[in-house]
């Protein structure tokens, strides 16, 4: 198709920022995906904890929202131009703890603390350097989900339509909980060095951390429907009884150790927690009134962190919200999965005309 791109991957530099605490990061890149029909109104695609920019991939690495993204799909690459930043602090090629520090040597645990607005406030420097001053629609779930409803808040003039997938307007104490029993396991981890080490490779604490997160992510339903109290083959070290879910967990936490850098880990747990549009604004509530855009909330049943009411009571709020329920044993990741089930949700919310004059709420 002419004018067609996809599969573009490139860097932006965007020189110094300020962050929220005061320090400063001399020569900021983030890296992006760009794809879709050249000219079309921009999709953002904000990417959740341990996400990246590739969010279409390509068709030997699908990228991990090809199920939603693509020519004919809910986000239609045939109609929109969308988006995606690798955050300031990951590890997929923007700047964060792997890049080179002034000093000429990895910042590794000595990157500083960055918060949601900090992601949002340089992507928005980032399109500016692309040339892009609105955007059709923001749209991302639980991490991915505190940067889009930010950018509402932020910038409500640059922002048409938000999509809010599994995240609230506030991190909720259950979430830190679970947060500081991840960043525990790291940073007591002997090889973890106080973030000096070398490599992931012998950093048990970064796999247990995702292990502790995939339980809070699936709903119990799902792991009795998946693993029972099946055995494996083979006993663990010691002997003991190896459980299917148990061998499902060191999968997972292994996978992770060998793809995502530690610290950066670290860092996003605690811009997570940061995460909270009310502070310096008189609470959440008060803050949902700056927001203009077209909202569309979208929950998911037995989601622990993320809970459905707390969605459905930001939609009340805003002036132009709609709230969707999807019935899921996914819990928390229902926003990665069974895009059939609820992606029309987002092809509508990008369709629909930008509403200024009245509520729009529905259950």
């Given at each position: 198709m002419k004018n067609f791109r996809y599969n573009v991957e490139g860097m932006v530099s965007i020189g110094e920022i300020v962050l929220e605490n005061g320090a400063t990061l001399p020569d900021v890149t983030l890296a992006y995906e760009r794809v879709g029909r050249e000219g079309a109104p921009v999709v953002l695609v904000c990417h959740?904890?341990?996400?990246?920019?590739?969010?279409?991939?390509?068709?030997?690495?699908?990228?991990?929202?090809?199920?939603?993204?693509?020519?004919?799909?809910?986000?239609?690459?045939?109609?929109?131009?969308?988006?995606?930043?690798?955050?300031?602090?990951?590890?997929?090629?923007?700047?964060?703890?792997?890049?080179?520090?002034?000093?000429?040597?990895?910042?590794?645990?000595?990157?500083?603390?960055?918060?949601?607005?900090?992601?949002?406030?340089?992507?928005?420097?980032?399109?500016?350097?692309?040339?892009?001053?609105?955007?059709?629609?923001?749209?991302?779930?639980?991490?991915?989900?505190?940067?889009?409803?930010?950018?509402?808040?932020?910038?409500?003039?640059?922002?048409?339509?938000?999509?809010?997938?599994?995240?609230?307007p506030a991190f909720s104490a259950y979430g830190i909980a679970f947060n500081h029993l991840a960043k525990e396991a790291i940073l007591l981890d002997p090889a973890f060095r106080g973030g000096e080490y070398e490599g992931n490779e012998n950093l048990r604490g970064l796999s247990i951390a995702r292990q502790l997160g995939m339980v809070t992510y699936r709903s119990g339903a799902l792991f009795q429907e998946r693993f029972q109290r099946h055995l494996q083959e083979e006993a663990n070290d010691e002997g003991l009884p190896f459980y299917a879910v148990e061998s499902y967990l060191e999968y997972q936490g292994n996978k992770l150790q060998k793809r995502f850098d530690a610290n950066s880990y670290v860092r996003l747990l605690d811009t997570m927690n940061s995460h909270d549009i009310g502070r310096e604004r008189g609470g959440w509530q008060e803050a949902a009134t700056l927001i203009t855009a077209n909202v569309i909330c979208v929950g998911y049943t037995q989601d622990l962190v993320y809970p459905p009411e707390e969605i459905q009571a930001f939609a009340e709020a805003v002036d132009h919200g709609t709230f969707h329920l999807v019935d899921t044993v996914f819990g928390h990741d229902g926003f990665l999965v069974e895009f059939e089930r609820w992606g029309h949700f987002v092809s509508e919310a990008l369709e629909k005309s930008v509403c200024k004059e009245e509520n729009q709420l529905s259950g």
């Open positions: 959740a904890l341990t996400g990246t920019h590739q969010t279409v991939g390509t068709s030997e690495e699908p990228g991990w929202w090809s199920g939603l993204i693509g020519e004919g799909k809910s986000i239609d690459l045939t109609k929109y131009e969308v988006i995606t930043f690798n955050v300031l602090g990951g590890c997929a090629g923007s700047t964060g703890p792997t890049s080179q520090s002034p000093q000429g040597t990895p910042y590794r645990g000595n990157f500083p603390n960055v918060t949601v607005r900090d992601l949002v406030h340089t992507q928005k420097r980032a399109l500016q350097k692309l040339g892009i001053e609105t955007l059709h629609a923001v749209i991302g779930g639980s991490l991915g989900g505190m940067q889009a409803v930010e950018w509402a808040t932020m910038y409500p003039t640059t922002v048409e339509r938000l999509v809010l997938l599994a995240s609230t």
